[in-house]
């Protein structure tokens, strides 16, 4: 094994482009947005870049001064996970706002929707 | 004068038992107030007991909180054109009594937001050790972003002019609209006053404060309080 610097190297090498090929799929299969896909996409195409060339992988561990190239693969790993989960963060801020005012618009629709109602059917009937 | 026209907003969350008592007792207190009851996804007969009382009933599907009730009580009182808001706990806390006394500045154009104070005059309130240092806390932590006393920050029986509504019904803090609410006021130009109530024990019902909540209010009303001040008004 000449290539590859160790085992992790090969195993998040081929992983990212696992993950990458995952992610297109799910999106193939409308199950996944292209919006959610995008961080996903870019972060393994980067891990996977990682992977297999070494001698960027060995240049990016040397110039941050990181100790070992593993660590390196894993650093961005998770300051990838942590972008995505702050963005996801985000969006279900922006979600829960949305469905704040979804549910009072209902509310008050409903309202309107049964006192013509009522008013149609005429007074009693509830 | 042309007398205000007050819509009393009730934000309820399963207060089937105590709200038949509360809207009775406006009713024969404050004659002149409409009355709305917020259904804020009740499960039990919330909805129900205060539709066979007469009084309109907005409900949500789902649980939003009491800021989120109160805002869909603005836009309804927008929408209908009431000139003030009052909002009154269901469970029979504050005292219709007051009514009178709180809109008075506010109908009067004394102020833009009348906070009904258990504090202004000695009323005897005492309350738990843990309740009455998050009370403090939050009292100096509005007289340090606004420079002036609000002697009872965490009151829920407040009047708000229709201006005030205007904004509230789109911009309201959720959960617990206190002491950062006073403050975004107050950074948007509106003027606070406080009257004196006495206010009473909960008839009925549960309080909605559990144990998770009180340890997350410090810091989410803090968090807010400061972003309030911070925050250009929009």
Same mark, same amino acid.
């Given at each position: 094994?000449?290539?590859?610097?160790?085992?992790?190297?090969?195993?998040?090498?081929?992983?990212?482009? !696992?993950?990458?090929?995952?992610?297109?799929?799910?999106?193939?299969?409308?199950? !996944?947005?292209?919006?959610?896909?995008?961080?996903?996409?870019?972060?393994?195409?980067?891990?996977?870049?990682?992977?297999?060339?070494?001698? &960027? &992988?060995?240049?990016?561990?040397?110039?941050?001064?990181?100790?070992?190239?593993?660590?390196?693969?894993?650093?961005?790993? !998770?300051?990838?996970?942590?972008?995505?989960?702050?963005?996801?963060?985000?969006?279900?801020?922006?979600?829960?706002?949305?469905?704040?005012?979804?549910?009072?618009?209902?509310?008050?629709?409903?309202?309107?929707?049964?006192?013509?109602?009522?008013?149609?059917?005429?007074?009693?009937?509830? | 004068?042309?007398?205000?026209?007050?819509?009393?907003?009730?934000?309820?969350?399963?207060?089937? *038992?105590?709200? %038949?008592?509360?809207?009775?007792?406006?009713?024969?207190?404050?004659?002149?107030?409409?009355?709305?009851?917020?259904?804020?996804?009740?499960?039990?007969?919330?909805?129900?007991?205060?539709?066979?009382?007469?009084?309109?009933?907005?409900?949500?599907?789902?649980?939003? @909180?009491? @800021?989120?009730?109160? =805002?869909?009580?603005?836009?309804? *009182?927008?929408?209908? @054109?009431?000139? /003030?808001?009052?909002?009154?706990?269901?469970?029979? =806390?504050?005292?219709? @009594?007051?009514?009178?006394?709180?809109?008075?500045?506010?109908? +009067?154009? #004394?102020?833009?937001?009348?906070?009904?104070?258990?504090?202004?005059?000695?009323?005897?309130?005492?309350?738990?050790?843990?309740?009455?240092?998050?009370?403090?806390?939050?009292? *100096?932590?509005?007289?340090?972003?606004?420079?002036?006393? /609000?002697?009872?920050?965490?009151?829920?029986?407040?009047?708000?002019?229709?201006?005030?509504?205007?904004?509230?019904?789109?911009?309201? %803090?959720?959960?617990?609209?206190?002491?950062?609410?006073?403050?975004?006021?107050?950074?948007?130009?509106?003027?606070?006053? +406080?009257?004196?109530?006495?206010? #009473?024990?909960?008839?009925?019902?549960?309080?909605?404060?559990?144990?998770?909540?009180?340890?997350?209010? %410090?810091?989410?009303?803090?968090?807010?309080?400061?972003?309030?001040?911070?925050?250009? %008004?929009?």
């Amino acid at each position: 094994m000449t290539f590859f610097l160790s085992k992790t190297q090969v195993i998040a090498a081929f992983g990212a482009v !696992l993950l990458a090929l995952f992610v297109l799929d799910l999106v193939r299969r409308r199950k !996944l947005s292209e919006e959610y896909s995008l961080l996903w996409v870019i972060a393994s195409v980067f891990i996977a870049l990682l992977g297999f060339s070494t001698p &960027l &992988l060995v240049w990016i561990t040397r110039t941050l001064g990181v100790m070992g190239e593993a660590s390196t693969v894993f650093a961005f790993g !998770l300051a990838f996970a942590t972008a995505m989960l702050l963005y996801l963060s985000l969006k279900l801020s922006r979600l829960g706002f949305e469905n704040h005012a979804l549910t009072r618009e209902l509310a008050l629709l409903r309202h309107d929707f049964e006192e013509m109602r009522r008013e149609r059917t005429g007074e009693g009937s509830r | 004068m042309i007398p205000p026209r007050v819509l009393v907003i009730i934000p309820a969350h399963n207060e089937e *038992a105590s709200l %038949p008592a509360t809207l009775a007792e406006v009713r024969a207190k404050a004659p002149g107030a409409d009355l709305l009851v917020v259904d804020d996804g009740s499960r039990d007969a919330t909805a129900r007991v205060a539709r066979e009382a007469g009084v309109q009933v907005v409900r949500h599907p789902v649980n939003l @909180g009491v @800021g989120g009730a109160l =805002q869909t009580g603005f836009h309804w *009182a927008i929408d209908h @054109g009431y000139d /003030i808001g009052v909002q009154l706990d269901a469970d029979g =806390q504050h005292d219709p @009594g007051y009514l009178a006394a709180l809109l008075a500045p506010v109908a +009067e154009g #004394r102020c833009d937001v009348s906070i009904g104070s258990r504090f202004v005059e000695s009323s005897g309130y005492r309350a738990p050790l843990n309740r009455r240092l998050g009370m403090m806390l939050f009292q *100096a932590v509005v007289k340090l972003a606004i420079g002036r006393r /609000i002697t009872d920050t965490t009151s829920g029986f407040r009047a708000y002019s229709r201006e005030v509504m205007k904004v509230c019904r789109y911009d309201f %803090p959720q959960d617990f609209p206190d002491a950062p609410l006073l403050i975004g006021l107050a950074r948007r130009g509106f003027r606070l006053d +406080e009257v004196p109530v006495r206010m #009473r024990e909960r008839q009925a019902g549960r309080s909605f404060y559990t144990l998770g909540k009180q340890l997350y209010y %410090p810091y989410k009303n803090l968090l807010a309080s400061l972003m309030a001040l911070i925050r250009r %008004p929009v």
